[in-house]
């Protein structure tokens, strides 16, 4: 019998039909990964496709009350692929788990649709609590590789996540967050960034401030007669 908690994960999202969303899943790997040059290259060699088919299956017996075997699919992916997700977890269409080591998704995750995972990712629990205590990402969010998600939180639709940042609240919509804990340094538009796959390029609020305090430093020294450290 399913606890309640696993029955309040599934409700955000439409159920769609399972092979629709798995053939959904499939092509995104030919959109959204450089790399991906044949049918039969995929099928046999992405772990993070081999996991979100496994995945799809085992929610799928979750959902008809099939007891113990969807554990026992989603251990058999763990050994597999490196990927845990557990079967209650509810993800959307359109999912990409890039290189995929190391990511773990939790009981009372919610994962909206063109959502793009890199490796080393956890959407996970802070603690015992019961409910809803993993997190909830929109639609259209980017989550960098190493990056850890904690707790019942909301991330928005159109949110990059940088680098190995430890994200421990609620993100408003097309944001980017980068640090530990996670602060959010840009508020942009209606950038869909799965397009662009970029968790690199983001920008570095400390560098920026350094590089502000010094134009103000040059400045002043100019004013002073002082030379520059930088000069002959």
Same mark, same amino acid.
């Given at each position: 019998?399913?606890?309640?908690?696993?029955?309040?994960?599934?409700?955000?999202?439409?159920?769609?039909?399972?092979?629709?969303?798995?053939?959904?899943?499939?092509?995104?790997?030919?959109?959204?990964?450089? $790399?991906?040059?044949?049918?039969?290259?995929? &099928?046999?060699?992405?772990?993070?496709?081999?996991?979100?088919?496994?995945?799809?299956?085992?929610?799928? #017996?979750?959902?008809?009350?099939?007891?113990? #075997?969807?554990?026992? &699919?989603?251990?058999?992916?763990?050994?597999?692929?490196?990927?845990?997700?557990?079967?209650?977890? $509810?993800?959307?269409?359109?999912?990409?788990?890039?290189?995929?080591?190391?990511?773990?998704?939790?009981?009372?995750?919610?994962?909206?649709?063109?959502?793009?995972?890199?490796?080393?990712?956890?959407?996970?629990?802070?603690?015992?609590?019961?409910?809803?205590?993993?997190?909830?990402?929109?639609?259209? !969010?980017?989550?960098?590789?190493?990056?850890?998600? #904690?707790?019942?939180?909301?991330?928005?639709?159109?949110?990059?996540?940088?680098?190995?940042?430890? !994200?421990?609240?609620?993100?408003?919509?097309?944001?980017?967050?980068?640090?530990?804990?996670?602060?959010?340094? /840009?508020?942009?538009?209606? /950038?869909?960034?799965?397009?662009?796959?970029?968790?690199?390029?983001?920008?570095?609020?400390?560098?920026?401030?350094?590089? !502000?305090?010094?134009?103000? &430093?040059? $400045?002043?020294?100019?004013?002073?007669?002082?030379?520059?450290?930088?000069?002959?």
């Amino acid at each position: 019998m399913r606890s309640a908690s696993s029955q309040q994960c599934h409700r955000p999202l439409p159920r769609l039909s399972m092979f629709r969303t798995i053939r959904q899943d499939f092509q995104t790997v030919f959109q959204r990964d450089p $790399a991906a040059v044949s049918t039969l290259e995929v &099928l046999l060699t992405y772990s993070g496709l081999h996991a979100i088919l496994m995945h799809r299956v085992a929610h799928w #017996l979750l959902n008809h009350r099939v007891p113990l #075997l969807p554990r026992i &699919l989603s251990h058999i992916g763990r050994m597999v692929t490196g990927i845990e997700i557990h079967p209650a977890a $509810a993800i959307g269409s359109n999912f990409f788990i890039d290189h995929g080591a190391g990511v773990v998704i939790g009981e009372t995750t919610v994962i909206g649709n063109n959502v793009t995972l890199f490796q080393g990712v956890t959407l996970g629990g802070t603690g015992k609590e019961r409910g809803k205590r993993h997190p909830t990402l929109g639609s259209h !969010v980017v989550v960098g590789a190493g990056a850890k998600i #904690l707790g019942g939180m909301t991330i928005g639709d159109n949110v990059t996540i940088g680098a190995n940042s430890v !994200v421990l609240k609620s993100v408003p919509p097309h944001s980017t967050v980068i640090g530990v804990p996670a602060r959010i340094i /840009r508020v942009k538009g209606e /950038r869909l960034p799965e397009v662009a796959m970029d968790h690199i390029n983001i920008p570095d609020p400390v560098t920026e401030r350094f590089e !502000v305090l010094e134009a103000e &430093l040059r $400045a002043l020294r100019s004013k002073l007669g002082i030379p520059d450290h930088h000069e002959p």
